[in-house]
């Protein structure tokens, strides 16, 4: 599995004013049903927790959790435009509308 990270949304992620180790793509279900009805997103983390697998990236270190690696696509791409983050792949949008103070890790 493999994230490229744009140079925009490289650029906007530093802005968020912190220093972050890892990029976490997550698939988030929270008010959305059960367990397969889902958005793949990000966070930005300082720690992980267990059960997780690295993500091919050039510039964050990136993971996944094993078991929600099968919401994500092989080759994705993480991009700024329209004052959101988009995560998508060669099949399509994944994710068009992350906002930005959504992926803060709290």
Known sequence: ???TIT???QEKINELGQEYKYIMLRYDTAGLGCGVNGMPTFSLVNELPEDYMKVENDTIPTVVHKM???F????MKLDFINSTFRLSSPDGILNAFIAPGSVISK
């Not at 994500?72 to 080759?75: N, V």
């Open 1 to 3: 599995m493999k994230l």
């Open 7 to 9: 140079e925009l949304a």
């Open 68 to 70: 929600k690696s099968v």
């Open 72 to 75: 994500f696509a092989e080759d």
